[in-house]
């Protein structure tokens, strides 16, 4: 088995080390009564639903009500109030088989809103010379879907950017300069609207926000004075000598003094002069331990050692006024601190010259992708709602269609991530395989593997049921479900459990955009399989289940069954025979 595995070096600027991680602040909703929907063929409606089908989707189902925004066949542009001038956008749409569509940020800057299938890619930047996305970001047909764009206008010599597109979780698009706006952008010179524009197909718009940001530095600080005290050698780093301690004054909060101390705590204490009442993110960032108290209370700050690692503090302030305290270990690496201030409506900005946070060292990026006609599996730990699991095989799938679609594969690599303790899916995603930085990079002390692709989260509870109690939360891996073994069939793994006197075999493999997944008992069972849960499950047809955000497709003559679960339903198959089911998303 070959592995293909490539490694990107990336140097981050101090100031993209924080905004990789800047805070969030609330969007403002975009009522639909914004939308100039008079005088366009755009209309409002409740909900939209299309049966899924791999290249086409014509049965569609629209209800009347007045949440959403929809368009078919080639309906033209609709264009809100709101200005799109410095901005951060988001919202939710669904796409039919057929959909081809266009966002215009400031009514001249269009930005792909197509179903694969269809023209350029989602995500596609589109003018004289469209740019196309990074990775593959789109959803099956009907399903709703995410996309967040950071825009900043033209400002004299300084041109237009996107500075960050996001489509389902996924960073397609990262500071692209603008220098033209799109062909034939139907606002160019007007009123920097937020437009939509339907060419193909259909289209639904949802859950449409919005954050407007300006210009200007609200906080500033002054009579800053600090203190340095001399600290023990490593095995007792927190504790202070007796040495005297060095004073002095600065006009700039930096970690730049001078001392004779080669381990020390530096505490700057000064104003902080605040100009709007407002709620703010108080951003630090450093080599070593750090804290910032604001008018004496803690705001943010750790007392372990960290490299590069900003935190994020929130806090209301009132115009005037306020004092602070910024406390600054240094441990063994050089002296680093900074301190960024964001608001809602204004983008981080540093209170501490460039030079006080240097830029960090460069660091290796290790991605493995399949590179053959067999699996590349990885055993590692995945973090899976926020809790370490620990026993799990991550599976890459090379899908070895070629179909493209200007430069774009349409059938990706489908990949899963397994855990073996109880049995159960946790992650399946379209794409590149895996990021393994944080196994493979130096120790990689924290061992986990992260998806690289579009990825649909599963329930991650064991899939064995009785249908005559409620399915178990876990499995006692010793006592109840006891995983014997997985061998490599032609390439792939075939993962085998033993439940309730039976033996159970499961694999996994693809088809088309599918994962697909085979279940068998080594002998008739009355046990039943959990194929998938969700809050809602709604039957398109004899074989086809929409489940949140994904499709299940069965295969055979098993009868499903529906039932009620703790966090809504479950689609349960009996396994007195074989079973085979197809999940897409």
């Given at each position: 088995m070959y592995r293909q595995l490539i490694t990107i070096f990336l140097v981050s600027a101090a100031h993209f080390a924080f905004c990789q991680k800047q805070a969030e602040f609330p969007l403002k909703k975009l009522p639909i009564e914004n939308w100039k929907i008079e005088g366009s063929k755009w209309q409002k409606a409740k909900d939209f639903s299309v049966f899924p089908e791999l290249f086409e989707s014509k049965k569609f189902k629209l209800e009347s009500g007045n949440e959403i925004l929809f368009a078919k066949d080639g309906a033209g542009i609709v264009s809100s109030n709101v200005s799109t001038k410095d901005v951060k956008l988001r919202f939710e749409f669904a796409l039919d088989g057929m959909s081809r569509n266009t966002v215009f940020i400031q009514g001249k800057y269009g930005i792909a809103l197509n179903y694969p299938m269809q023209s350029y890619p989602m995500g596609s930047i589109l003018g004289e010379k469209t740019i196309l996305p990074t990775k593959y970001s789109s959803k099956e047909a009907g399903l709703w879907q995410t996309i967040e764009i950071v825009f900043s206008a033209k400002d004299g010599n300084k041109p237009a950017t996107i500075e960050k597109i996001v489509v389902n979780g996924l960073t397609v698009q990262q500071n692209i300069v603008l220098n033209k706006p799109t062909t034939d952008a139907p606002f160019i010179g007007s009123e920097n609207p937020l437009a939509i524009a339907n060419h193909a197909g259909k289209i639904a718009i949802r859950n449409v926000e919005y954050l407007p940001y300006e210009t200007g530095n609200p906080i500033t600080i002054s009579d800053l004075t600090y203190k340095i005290q001399e600290t023990q050698d490593w095995d007792r780093t927190f504790e202070v000598k007796d040495t005297k301690p060095e004073m002095g004054t600065s006009s700039q909060l930096t970690a730049e003094v001078q001392t004779n101390f080669k381990r020390f705590i530096l505490t700057y204490t000064g104003k902080m002069n605040v100009n709007k009442t407002d709620k703010y993110a108080l951003t630090i960032d450093y080599m070593g331990v750090g804290n910032l108290k604001i008018d004496g209370k803690d705001v943010v700050g750790s007392t372990e050692y960290l490299y590069r690692s900003p935190q994020t503090g929130f806090v209301e302030l009132t115009a005037g006024e306020h004092t602070f305290e910024y406390r600054y270990q240094r441990i063994w690496w050089r002296p680093a601190l900074g301190l960024f201030v964001s608001s809602a409506e204004i983008r981080p900005y540093p209170l501490h010259p460039a030079s006080s946070l240097p830029d960090?060292?460069?660091?290796?990026?290790?991605?493995?992708?399949?590179?053959s006609q067999k699996a590349e599996m990885i055993r590692s730990f995945v973090m899976f709602e926020n809790k370490k699991r620990t026993h799990v095989i991550s599976v890459g799938i090379k899908n070895n269609?070629?179909?493209?679609?200007?430069?774009?594969?349409?059938?990706?690599?489908?990949?899963?991530?397994?855990d073996l303790n109880q049995g159960t899916l946790l992650y399946a995603w379209k794409g590149d395989f895996a990021n393994v930085t944080e196994m493979w990079h130096e120790r990689g002390e924290p061992q986990i593997l992260q998806p690289n692709g579009l990825i649909t989260k599963f329930e991650g509870k064991p899939a064995f049921v009785d249908i005559n109690k409620p399915s178990p939360d876990s499995l006692d891996q010793e006592k109840d479900l006891i995983f014997k073994k997985y061998e490599i069939?032609?390439?792939?793994?075939?993962?085998?459990?033993?439940?309730?006197?039976?033996?159970?075999r499961i694999n996994y493999s693809i088809k088309d955009y599918t994962l697909v997944c085979?279940?068998?008992?080594?002998?008739?069972?009355?046990?039943?399989?959990?194929?998938?849960?969700?809050?809602s499950i709604t039957q398109i047809n004899k074989t086809t289940y929409l489940i949140d955000d994904k499709y299940v497709y069965l295969h055979g003559k098993a009868k499903p069954i529906i039932r009620n679960a703790k966090a809504g339903q479950e689609l349960l198959l009996p396994l007195s025979s074989p079973i085979k089911y197809m999940v897409n998303w």
């Open positions: 960090p060292e460069p660091v290796s990026e290790i991605f493995v992708n399949p590179n269609h070629q179909v493209k679609v200007n430069d774009l594969d349409l059938f990706q690599n489908i990949n899963y991530s397994f069939y032609n390439g792939f793994p075939f993962f085998t459990y033993h439940y309730g006197g039976i033996d159970y085979d279940v068998a008992a080594s002998s008739p069972s009355n046990i039943y399989y959990k194929a998938m849960s969700g809050k």
